[in-house]
C-alpha cells in the first residue's frame, strides 16, 4: 500500500481507517478492544451504525432469522420464568442488542398467547445501541409502539423484575488480547506499519498470571489469551439487577465454557471471513465468548448460573414437537423447510453445539431445563 505524495492519509484506507490511523499517529496505539468498539459503534462510520448485518443478502444470519420457533421456545422459558418468581405484576421484559426486533416479536406473540396477562402488564424493553437497529426494531414491531420502550443502556430499565434475553450481544461487545512474549503476556496492540497502515503490535499493558488459565504456562510464544472485561461488566450490571429486584436471564453466543488459550477474533462479511485490520467499520467484528466468565460473575452475585449448548437448551425445551406442530398445517416444501431449520438451529455440526446458552436465575427459582444446584 503506498502513502500519498503529501504524506496524508494512505490510499486505498476507508474514512473509519484514516480516522483510527491519525488517532494511533497522535496518541499511539490502541488495544484491541479500542479498535473493535471504535469499527462496531463509531458514530459515523461504525459497522453496528450504517449497516443492516443480518439475513442472507447481508452478512450474517441469526438465531431468529432462521426461524420462528427460536423466539416462540425462549418465551417459554421466559413465562416460566415469570411463573417461577411468583408472577409479578409488574416486570420488564428485555432484550439486550435486538438486531432487527425478529426475536422480540416472535416472543410477544407467544407470550401473548401462554400468559396474556403478563403480555398485558409487562414493560418491553429493547436496549439497543445503535439508532439505525433501534428505527429498524421500531418498523418491524409494528406502528404502534406503545408497550415498547427503547434504551441505549440497561441503566434506565425500570427498577422492577426483570426477564432479560440476549442473542449474539456478548460477542459484539469489545474483548482484549494478550500475547505471550518472552515469558510475558502482554496486550496486544493495534498501530501502524512504516507506510502507515494499520497493523498489529504489542503494548506495555500485561496480564497477571492469577488471571491466566493453568495452561498458560506451558504456552509457546506468540500465544494469545483473550479476557473481556466489557462483556463481565454488562453481566454483572444484569446480574446485580436480577440479584436485587428478581428475574432471570438467558444469553446464547458462539463460545467455549471452559476459559482457553487462542485468537478468536474474526471479521464476517457477506458470509465469508475477512482480515480484522481491512475495511474497518465495514465487516462485523467478533470474538468467542467465555462463558465461564460471565457464568463467574453472575454466581458472584449470588445466583445460580447454568450453561449447556444451544442444541441441548432447544430440543430440552420442545423444538421437536414444536417443529412437528408447525409442521402440520402446512404443505411438503413448508415441512422441509421447518426439519431443515431444526438441524440449523440445534444440529451438531451447525449452531446445536458452537453456540452455548447461559440462563441466570436467583437461588431457590428453578426454571426448566435448568435447575440444578450449580
Ligand atoms: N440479537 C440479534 C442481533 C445480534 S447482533 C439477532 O440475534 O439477530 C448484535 C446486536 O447488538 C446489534 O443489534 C447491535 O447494534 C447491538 N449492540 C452492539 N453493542 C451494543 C451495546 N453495547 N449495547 C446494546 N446493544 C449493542
Redesign the pocket.
Known sequence: MARDIAGGPLLGMNRLAQKIAGLIRSAGPISVADYMAAC??DPENGY??THD??GTNGD??????ISQMFGELIAVWLVQGWQAIGSPASVTIA??????G??MKDMVRTIGRLAPQLADSADFAL????P???AT?KETLGGDNGSFGWH???DTLKDQPLLVV????F???PFRQFVKRDGKWLERAVGLDADGALQFGIGTASLAADALPTDAKHALEGSIFEIAP?REA?MSTISERIANQGGCGIF?DYGHLEPGLGDTFQAVRAHRPEVVLDNPGEA?LTSHVDFSALAAVARGHGLKADTTSQGEFLLGMGLLERAGQLGQSGDVAAREKISADVERLAGPDQMGTLFKVLAIRPSGIVVPPFGGAS
Open positions: 462496531l459503534l453496528y451504525t448485518p443480518f450474517f444470519v441469526t438465531a431468529p432469522e432484550e439486550i442488542g435486538p438486531g432487527r425478529t426475536l436496549v439497543e445501541a445503535s439505525r437497529l433501534s426494531q441505549a443502556k440497561l440476549g442473542n449474539e450481544i460477542d459484539a461487545l466489557a454488562m446464547f462485523d
